[in-house]
T-cell receptor, first 113, second 112 residues
Framework: AQSVSQHNHHVILSEAASLELGCNYSYGGTVNLFWYVQYPGQHLQLLLKYFSGDPLVKGIKGFEAEFIKSKFSFNLRKPSVQWSDTAEYFCAVNPLYGQNFVFGPGTRLSVLP | NAGVTQTPKFQVLKTGQSMTLQCAQDMNHEYMSWYRQDPGMGLRLIHYSVGAGITDQGEVPNGYNVSRSTTEDFPLRLLSAAPSQTSVYFC???????????FGPGTRLTVT
């Protein structure tokens, strides 16, 4: 069965620090990859997605992610975080044409002002 | 568009009670699904539907029923609530299974 792991349970950064959140998945076939953000008390919102093409994808709010097929990874990055980025971040994987959308356990990001 | 709506926002049940969580979307999406979110476990798929009249089980279907009589609505029924079903429930929809999901605001359920 496919699975998604996220390297860090809780990340604490100061404003303007750079961010990288790790995501690895286990699935041998072609996949679609997603990052979602959940702000406190809110529902999940799509940050960015990768289907094919350029492995570096840009999303909303200055986030980007890089797909490295050989490492089965899809890490999320942001050059300079803001206090408003405090949220929980979920990586998700969906096999191409598959039904099962598998989420990672999430990484909580706290940005200190 | 309202997107994906869910009712109620909060619910407290006693063990053994039944209830239905409502979910509706106005985007004409064929694919709808229910997830539960528990701390440290991400979101786990309960049931999903690829269109009206078609439903299937996800990762954690036990204790839950679904039906899909229209494209817009996808209710989730708890048959006999148990404390282990205390969770936050999210409904999601998408144009097709491969696409990113649009999530509703969630229902926080507590079973005592």
């Amino acid at each position: 069965a496919q699975s998604v792991s996220q390297h860090n349970h809780h990340v604490i950064l100061s404003e303007a620090a750079s961010l990288e959140l790790g995501c690895n998945y286990s699935y041998g076939g072609t996949v679609n990859l997603f990052w979602y953000v959940q702000y406190p008390g809110q529902h999940l919102q799509l940050l960015l997605k990768y289907f094919s093409g350029d492995p570096l994808v840009k999303g909303i709010k200055g986030f980007e992610a890089e797909f490295i097929k050989s490492k089965f990874s899809f890490n999320l990055r942001k050059p300079s975080v803001q206090w408003s980025d405090t949220a929980e971040y979920f990586c998700a994987v969906n096999p191409l044409y598959g039904q099962n959308f598998v989420f990672g356990p999430g990484t909580r990001l706290s940005v200190l002002p | 568009n309202a997107g994906v709506t869910q009712t109620p926002k909060f619910q407290v049940l006693k063990t053994g009670q039944s209830m239905t969580l409502q979910c509706a979307q106005d985007m004409n999406h064929e694919y709808m699904s229910w997830y539960r979110q528990d701390p440290g476990m991400g979101l786990r798929l309960i049931h999903y539907s690829v269109g009206a009249g078609i439903t299937d089980q996800g990762e954690v279907p036990n204790g839950y029923n679904v039906s899909r009589s229209t494209t817009e609505d996808f209710p989730l029924r708890l048959l006999s609530a148990a404390p282990s079903q205390t969770s936050v429930y999210f409904c999601a929809s998408s144009k097709d299974p491969s696409n990113g999901r649009y999530f509703g605001p969630g229902t926080r359920l507590t079973v005592t």
